[in-house]
């Protein structure tokens, strides 16, 4: 009964990061349209990604949640050099 309440609850908690947002889409296209692009490009990524877990059952050992995190970690540093050059 417990194997199967942790089973049910494993499941749940892949299923919901499955649905977590992408990332956003902020970076300004014509003050930084390579930023922008590569900005793009991860988001489109992260959702190919959500596309293979779903196609997959969600199970693949993690290592496509941590794929998803690591892209949102990519969009943060994109906002980051962003917001940097509008500083000079």
Do not use: C, Y
């Not at 922008?36 to 959702?47: F, G, M, N, T, V």
């Not at 990519?74 to 906002?79: A, I, S």
């Amino acid at each position: 009964m417990i194997k199967l309440t942790l089973s049910s609850a494993a499941l749940l908690l892949v299923a919901s990061a499955a649905f977590a947002a992408p990332p956003a889409e902020d970076i300004s296209a014509k003050r930084h349209p390579n930023l922008a692009a590569a900005q793009d490009l991860s988001r489109k990524a992260w959702e190919r990604i959500v596309a293979a877990q779903k196609a997959n059952e969600w199970d693949m050992g993690g290592h496509a949640q941590k794929a998803k995190d690591l892209l949102d970690q990519v969009n943060n540093e994109l906002r980051a050099a962003a917001t940097d050059a509008n500083k000079h």
